[in-house]
């Protein structure tokens, strides 16, 4: 009925008497990569959590492959095809980046066919290309908790890719990055783009650039406008709220 | 009419009982996180802070003023439960902000060895030992702290422990020659009475009132009124709320989180010990006193929400309601035809231990609808 | 990474043989009344077992455990009462003479039974951890909430098992030492003997369970719901449903305890209940190590070793000693004996001491089972 994978509509969300997002809609198409920036408190964050369960909107509705998501619970709503990745990195310190990995993989994700299967030939396989694709083979059995910072923000992708979601939500992915991992996540996020919808939320413009892909910018939780990089940053509104006020800036 | 105001009356009995005990404890969860098991014990100090005060009261010099020993006690109770509960917290909760897991079973411990105190200790010494606290967190918090630094800090800062230590022992030897029963260590209970003009009721609407009951419901509201007045209105207050929302933009802003823990915490404790002389009229003191009121108290919190005192007021009242519309079989007084096979489930209930099993199955029936409680904090940042 | 106190190869072989003679020989060794504590204190070490598996690996600390422990303890009383009351009036057990009940409750009827009573006494106890557990997390009611209602819900089944008197003989609880089983009373030497081998081969047998629940991914999603519940829901797993089952599970092991306590220590009672045994549980499993199983034994079986000795040397001493434990090992031994041995404790000290033997690689790197693929 839609071609849309993903659809958000009239979303409002509220924190006490604070409208975190307000009559928000958004449409995501399958397999595009798509950009989502705005100021502090612009309701990026609630945006996801919103689309993951783990806030219900008062009004409006979010549809997944034409099906609402309102009435789901988080656990469900990713194995429908949705996977996260939040704003600083987690993934699991305590389990070694095989075992994130693993847990990540499983199908399906209940108690029993986990307390009695082990992890199988093609879960391997699949682990050690994911493990490869982020640069993580030789870290295999090192603890999650020991890696770096811009490795545990991979190892979230990784973790990401291995559930096979048909949406990846990607929150900063590359908040403390050095340039050249910058550079290597922004690449890696393309090449995952088409075959999987992804949705990448950040303030990094080098990065945004890098990415080349539709622009939406939120401002006080609704869609301010959509575009190209280019047209955005032409955009008289959203250099209002966003991309600088030389005259009001940090002076 | 009668029947609906004796029950009534009961329900706010109870329910101020609990009210008192669950204060603090409100208080030091709601605002810190913390969980205190020993908080139970803190109430026993109150308690057998009545006690000592009621023997003092009895020698010959102090006799004319017996009276109002109720009154000096219950200050001296919030003196000395709060001075135990800032030892705890600097000696011991300090260490275990942010694992509240790990400072539930430290307060175990803690609460485990106060009760062997009192046990193994002569009351008088026990008094000792909290004076020299007492006159050291003094030393600790009223001498301006650059006279402990230098060439002679070292000094001062020996001469005010002495002192203090001498103060202690001078005490516990002198309270424990001029009153012999406090001289020897016993495990056994104490009973604390009450002065003449409490004891009775008083006549109301053609009923009697026991007038300790009336007494524990003033100063249950006294607390309350007091902590809410505090909470809201003080300088302090204002800072503890501070910290409690957010604790690194406080200390940015000049607020001594370190003060205000203690502080927070020492009030907290201290309300454990005016609990502890409510329960001390109601029956004998010894050392598992305050078990018995521990697992109510946390009752009470979880009904009520964190960090809201009208959800813990609420709370308390409904537990005491219930406690006295199940437990005392009202509701087969109140509807006398009930059916038979509801009327003899509510007769299974109607003791005080079944009614303890209901209650807490109604708690968790209402916690599957409303999981935080009756009053539940809003915003993003609960769940995280 | 959750078998690490076990190394492979040869010396766990000798380790294995050694502890096989010790449990063979015990009762030749010590006196009867040793034995038996040995063989109550192992017992214990069941529960600890559990109470590892939900708050080592799970993150969940109840404070409720003796519940489980005393339904399981009940369900054994129950089947040897009834098994040995065919000379009383009636043919139920003495107590209810003195209550004037004439006829068994319902509820006493399948413990005739002696099948059914061994599934009993660990289904039921793991079927009302299940309910209770299914109901508290459901609602995401977690960490310090959790506990406190496992309390309360402790002090209930306290108040109802103690205020029963027609129905479990209330405060006085069930004997079983002057119970009938095989022929034999239970308090008898022979039959205390047997029950010593039989709670030692089910330690290993809880032990072996144990380790093989938390082996896999599952036991991964375990430490996962601990250390970051909200991930592990966003990767797809349910978490009320993996910490129902661990607390059932939990529950079961504690029931097996329980049973087991009771036919050696003679009683089964409200007192089993009580608010300080259930806290003492956490803190065999706290010394010992949470998360490594192994502390979890040696904990139990070693505190309550040292508390009967010291109880009965200096008797107020012991509350003293407890209360201390508590506070130290969370302030200064967060992960216990056999964590600090494990980790970096003793090497810390040993390169303090400056003779430093170890490099610093990862200590368990070389253990890990997931290297052992093709």
Redo the contacts between chains.
């Keep these: 009925m839609t071609e849309f994978l993903l659809e958000l509509k009239g979303i409002t969300v509220k924190f006490g008497g604070f409208k975190a997002l307000d009559d928000l809609n958004l449409s995501l198409r399958t397999g595009e990569l798509r950009t989502v920036i705005g100021p502090n408190g612009a309701g990026k964050t609630t945006f996801l959590d919103v689309i993951t369960g783990k806030v219900k909107p008062i009004e409006g509705d979010v549809y997944f492959k034409g099906k609402s998501l309102l009435k789901q619970r988080e656990h469900r709503i990713a194995r429908l095809g949705i996977g996260r990745k939040f704003q600083s990195p987690r993934v699991f310190e305590k389990l070694s980046v095989f075992d994130n990995l693993a847990l990540a993989v499983a199908w399906p994700k209940k108690p029993i066919p986990l307390l009695l299967e082990s992890t199988n030939r093609a879960e391997h396989a699949r682990i050690d290309k994911l493990m490869s694709i982020v640069n993580l083979q030789a870290k295999s059995t090192v603890l999650a908790g020991s890696l770096s910072h811009g490795q545990k923000q991979w190892l979230e992708i990784a973790m990401l890719v291995g559930q096979k979601p048909d949406l990846l939500l990607v929150d900063e992915p590359v908040a403390g990055l050095t340039d050249e991992e910058t550079d290597l996540t922004a690449d890696l996020l393309k090449s995952l783009a088409g075959e999987n919808t992804v949705l990448v939320i950040d303030h990094d413009m080098d990065f945004i650039r890098r990415l080349d892909s539709t622009v939406t910018v939120l401002h006080q939780g609704h869609v301010l406008c959509e575009g190209d990089m280019e047209t955005i940053q032409k955009e008289p509104r959203v250099i209002e709220v966003y991309l600088g006020q030389p005259e009001e800036g940090i002076s | 009419m009668e029947l609906i105001l004796e029950s009534l009356f009961n329900s706010v009995a109870i329910g101020s009982v609990l009210l008192v005990a669950a204060l603090g404890l409100a208080i030091v969860f709601g605002l810190m996180g913390v969980i205190n098991l020993a908080h139970g014990e803190l109430m026993m100090v109150g308690a057998y802070s009545t006690y000592v005060i009621q023997l003092i009261f009895k020698l010959p010099i102090l006799k004319p003023f017996y009276d109002i020993y109720i009154l000096v006690a219950i200050a001296v109770a919030f003196i000395v439960s709060g001075v135990v509960g800032i030892l705890l917290e600097q000696t011991v909760i300090r260490r275990l902000y942010g694992s509240p897991l790990e400072t539930l079973l430290a307060t175990w411990g803690v609460s485990l060895i106060l009760q062997q105190f009192v046990r193994s200790v002569p009351l008088a010494y026990a008094t000792g030992c909290v004076v020299t606290v007492f006159i050291s967190l003094i030393f600790g918090t009223f001498v301006p702290k650059h006279l402990f630094q230098g060439s002679k800090g070292k000094l001062i800062k020996a001469g005010a422990l002495s002192t203090s230590a001498i103060a202690g022992v001078l005490t516990g030897g002198l309270l424990g020659s001029l009153v012999s029963k406090l001289s020897r260590a016993s495990a056994r209970n104490v009973d604390v009475t009450a002065p003449a003009w409490m004891r009775g009721g008083v006549d109301l609407f053609g009923m009697t009132f026991p007038k300790t009951r009336l007494l524990i419901i003033v100063i249950t509201l006294v607390s309350v009124v007091a902590v809410s007045f505090f909470l809201n209105k003080s300088v302090w207050g204002v800072r503890i709320r501070a910290v409690t929302q957010n604790r690194d933009m406080s200390e940015c802003l000049g607020i001594s989180t370190e003060n205000v823990d203690i502080l927070t915490f020492g009030i907290g404790s201290g309300l454990a010990g005016v609990a502890g002389v409510a329960v001390s009229l109601l029956g004998s003191v010894g050392p598992n006193v305050g078990g018995n009121y521990i697992v109510g108290c946390f009752m009470v919190v979880v009904l009520g929400g964190v960090g809201n005192l009208l959800g813990t007021v609420i709370a308390a009242f409904s537990i005491g309601l219930m406690t006295d519309l199940i437990g005392a079989g009202r509701l087969l007084t109140i509807w006398p035809s009930m059916p038979q096979p509801l009327a003899s489930t509510v007769d299974f209930f109607s003791t005080t231990s079944m009614a303890r099993v209901m209650i807490f199955a109604l708690i968790v029936a209402f916690l599957q609808y409303r999981p935080a409680g009756l009053f539940p904090q809003k915003g993003r940042m609960v769940e995280s | 990474?959750n078998n690490f106190h076990t190394s492979k190869g040869r010396p766990s072989w000798i380790l294995w043989i050694v502890i096989i003679a010790v449990i063979v020989s015990a009762p030749t060794i010590l006196p009867v009344f040793r034995l038996n504590l040995l063989g109550r204190y192992l017992s214990l070490a069941i529960v600890a077992l559990g109470v590892d598996l939900i708050w080592g690996f799970t993150?969940l600390?109840s404070l409720g455990q003796g519940i489980f422990f005393a339904l399981g303890g009940y369900c054994a009383a129950m089947y040897l009462q009834l098994n040995s009351s065919g000379d009383f009036p009636n043919g139920i057990p003495e107590f209810f003479g003195l209550y004037g009940i004439k006829k068994l409750p319902f509820f006493w009827e399948p413990f005739h039974s002696s099948l059914f009573t061994v599934v009993a006494i660990w289904l039921i106890p793991a079927a009302v951890a299940a309910l209770l557990g299914f109901?508290?997390f459901?609602?995401?009611?977690k960490?310090?909430?959790f506990?406190?209602?496992t309390?309360?819900?402790l002090?209930?089944f306290f108040?109802?098992f103690?205020?029963q008197q027609k129905l479990i003989n209330g405060t006085n609880g069930l004997k079983t030492d002057v119970t009938l089983i095989f022929g034999q009373l239970v308090g008898s030497e022979s039959i205390q003997r047997w029950l010593f081998w039989l709670t030692a081969l089910l330690v290993i047998a809880a032990w072996s369970f144990s380790k093989w629940?938390v082996r896999?991914?599952?036991g991964?999603?375990l430490?996962?719901i601990r250390?970051?519940e909200?991930?592990v829901?966003?990767?797809?797993?349910?978490?009320t449903?993996?910490k129902t089952?661990i607390f059932a599970i939990a529950g079961g092991l504690a029931g097996i305890s329980g049973a087991l306590y009771t036919v050696q220590s003679g009683i089964v009672s409200p007192q089993f209940m009580t608010?300080?045994f259930s806290?003492e549980m956490?803190?065999w499993v706290?010394v010992g190590g949470r998360g490594t199983l192994l502390g979890a034994i040696l904990g139990a079986v070693i505190i309550n070793y040292a508390k009967s000795l010291i109880s009965e040397a200096l008797p107020?001493s012991w509350?003293?000693i407890?209360?201390?434990?508590?506070?130290l090992?969370?302030?200064a031994l967060?992960e216990g004996v056999l964590g600090w041995i494990q980790g970096s404790g003793p090497r810390n000290l040993l390169s303090r001491l400056g003779i430093s033997r170890y490099s610093a690689t990862?200590p368990?790197?070389e253990m890990?089972h997931?290297?052992e693929?093709d």
């Design positions: 990474m993150g600390l109901l508290v459901r609602n995401r009611i960490g310090v909430y506990s406190i209602l309390q309360a819900a002090l209930v108040n109802f103690n205020g629940v896999g991914r599952f991964n999603v430490i996962g250390d970051d909200p991930r829901r966003f990767t797809g797993y349910n978490p449903l993996f089952i608010v300080p806290i956490v803190i706290a107020a509350m003293f407890q209360g201390g434990l508590f506070i090992v969370v302030t967060p990862y368990k790197l890990n997931n290297q693929r």
